[in-house]
């Protein structure tokens, strides 16, 4: 099966840097990704790497090292409007689609 | 932003009713997703298609069908609702499907409470 664990709740203070973690058990993956998630609305995706390294995107970073089950997310320069929930996401193989499993996410909030 | 909306937004019913959400999509995207969003268990998928007429199981799919007979439409239909499934549901769709990492975009969800 998958596991997948994202710490539950985050604080940082707007213009500083905050790093999201997310570790997974699993066999093997296409790819893993992060959705963001405002309240009341829907997910949002932001980035998804399918390769060891860096992705990078704007203020948003993603890393992925498939040795250590690990990857983290990375927000610069942090704004009020970047509070939402963060979810991690791991595609798996097998069947007629490539199916995510999610994280239960982590809810990042951001104070002045 | 994907075209993708679902109908209704916000349903209230009772215990024992039938109740089926709608996804609509513009995208012309062949895959096809419902998921529930509870409080401590993230994002878990009910149910797929991967083209008309063709639909399988997801991670949570005891009490739920589904039908897709355009490939525009996913319906979602609660037989007999039941506590347990008031949620939040999201429908979502992906282009590329199985043997390649492609991206689920998501409608703006169904809030559904069942008393």
């Known amino acids: 099966g998958q596991n997948i664990d994202q710490p539950t709740e985050m604080t940082a203070t707007e213009g500083a840097i905050v790093q999201i973690n997310c570790t997974y058990q699993?066999?093997?993956?296409?790819?893993l990704f992060w959705y963001q998630q405002h309240a009341g609305e829907a997910p949002t995706f932001l980035s998804y790497?399918?390769?060891?390294g860096l992705e990078e995107k704007g203020r948003f970073s993603s890393f992925l090292s498939r040795s250590k089950g690990y990857s983290y997310l990375l927000l610069k320069e942090l704004q009020m409007k970047d509070s939402a929930s963060y979810l991690c996401?791991?595609?798996?193989?097998?069947?007629?689609?490539?199916?995510?499993?999610f994280g239960t996410g982590t809810l990042l909030a951001v104070q002045p | 932003d994907a075209g993708i909306t679902q109908s209704p937004r916000h349903k209230v019913t009772e215990t024992g009713t039938p109740v089926t959400l709608r996804c609509h999509q513009t995208?012309?995207?062949?895959?096809m997703y419902w998921y529930r969003q509870d409080p401590g268990h993230g994002l878990r998928l009910i149910h797929y298609?991967?083209?008309?007429?063709?639909?399988d199981k997801g991670e949570v799919s005891d009490g739920y069908s589904v039908s897709r007979s355009k490939t525009e439409d996913f319906l979602l239909t609660l037989e007999s609702a039941t506590s347990s499934q008031t949620s939040v549901y999201f429908c979502?769709?992906?282009?590329?499907?199985?043997?390649?990492?492609?991206?689920?975009?998501f409608g703006p969800g169904t809030r559904l409470t069942v008393l």
């Open positions: 298609s991967y083209g008309v007429k063709d639909t």
């Open positions: 790497n399918v390769l060891d």
């Open positions: 995208e012309n995207h062949r895959y």
């Open positions: 979502a769709i992906s282009e590329i499907g199985a043997g390649f990492t492609d991206t689920q975009y």
């Open positions: 996401a791991i595609q798996g193989y097998g069947g007629a689609t490539n199916k995510l499993i």
């Open positions: 699993t066999s093997g993956f296409n790819g």
